[in-house]
């Protein structure tokens, strides 16, 4: 989509599955319209709640678990060690009480286990706080590949 029809139609659902909260949507809605990719790129980082970070994380499949399409289905093509994964899902969602969620674009499944694994170090409030600039970094990547100048 060019950016002139992102700032003249209802991009509403697209934005949703770009971010599945609604107070950043509507943030995003209001900005517009956007001059440039960039201005829309600025308005899109926008600071979430905890209870929106987990509200969001609820719309994400577990990392290893192939979704069967959209946004989540090409961005965890790297990840090919499921099994894996399952036991390391269990334990992080065992310790922080939700799924690992991490910008998995580009990574291969190695480098994401060993980032969960690292974060399995942190305390519950520092990887909410992770997880919700991860959300960002996600949302980001979405609008970048559905909106063009």
Known sequence: MLLTDFNTTDVRPLLA????VPRWVDAVLAGRPYAD????KAAADLPLTSDEIRQAMAAHPRIGEKPASGWARSEQSGVDNADVF????AEYEAKFGHVYLVCASGRSGEELLKILRERLANDPA???AVAGRELLKIAELRLAKAVTA
Do not use: F, S
């Open 17 to 20: 599955e770009c971010l599945a």
């Open 37 to 40: 990719l960039d201005a829309l």
């Open 86 to 89: 399952a036991v390391a899902n």
């Open 126 to 128: 520092t990887e909410l």
